[in-house]
Antibody, heavy 120, light 105 residues
Framework: QLQLQESGPGLVKPSETLSLTCTVSGGSISSSSYYWGWIRQPPGKGLEWIGSIYYSGNTYYNASLKSRVTISVDTSKNQFSLKLSSVTAADTAVYYC????????????WGQGTLLTVSS | DIQMTQSPSTLSASVGDRVTITCRASQSIGSWLAWYQQKPGKAPKLLIYKASSLESGVPSRFSGSGSGTEFTLTISSLQPDDLATYYCQQYNSYWTFGQGTKVEI
């Protein structure tokens, strides 16, 4: 059974760079044609897609966050990562990682989510 | 960017009721639409993909329909376990979620 697990610092100061990692178990992150994505949810609010990375390394970002987002993949560790620069309180959210299957680009497997708070 | 609008934002219903949630896209997305259920403190769970395909293991009381710009999620007989917020998501062009519909029982 595929499992995704987010990890990160929990607390980041304003203007710093947020770094989160998603570890995939029960399957290979380099399996053909999968996308791996990040989605966030501010407290009490809805879901926002941040960006996705194809197994080959191609990246796709939400236009509203593109200037601050970098997603990368480390196949040796079966992980993919999110970096979000110049964070503010508005970036406080639960961050989820998720998988997109080939041919039908919904999100079928999700991590449990990790709360990241931006505060001095 | 494609915008997704759900209605209603909140829905109150009784056990056994037939419940329908609507999702409208700002432009045609074909059938590239998914529905998710999210319970408090939990990650979203996939219910429906490609507008009407039921994800494995999801109860058959859930169904989806529509194409183009208008879609619906129907719960044929509401159960206490269905208390949750439901989100639609388009994946015709990148990924966009609706704002959610909270179902209260």
């Amino acid at each position: 059974q595929l499992q995704l697990q987010e990890s990160g610092p929990g607390l980041v100061k304003p203007s710093e760079t947020l770094s989160l990692t998603c570890t995939v178990s029960g399957g290979s992150i380099s399996s053909s044609s999968y996308y791996w994505g990040w989605i966030r949810q501010p407290p009490g609010k809805g879901l926002e897609w941040i960006g996705s990375i194809y197994y080959s390394g191609n990246t796709y970002y939400n236009a509203s966050l593109k200037s601050r987002v970098t997603i990368s993949v480390d196949t040796s560790k079966n992980q993919f990562s999110l970096k979000l620069s110049s964070v503010t309180a508005a970036d406080t959210a639960v961050y989820y990682c998720a998988r997109t299957p080939p041919g039908d680009y919904h999100f079928d497997y999700w991590g449990q989510g990790t709360l990241l708070t931006v505060s001095s | 960017d494609i915008q997704m609008t759900q209605s209603p934002s909140t829905l109150s219903a009784s056990v056994g009721d037939r419940v329908t949630i609507t999702c409208r896209a700002s432009q045609s997305i074909g059938s590239w639409l998914a529905w998710y259920q999210q319970k408090p403190g939990k990650a979203p769970k996939l219910l429906i993909y490609k507008a009407s395909s039921l994800e494995s293991g999801v109860p058959s009381r859930f169904s989806g329909s529509g194409s183009g710009t208008e879609f619906t999620l129907t719960i044929s007989s509401l159960q206490p376990d269905d208390l949750a917020t439901y989100y639609c998501q388009q994946y015709n062009s990148y990924w966009t979620f609706g704002q959610g519909t909270k179902v209260e029982i």
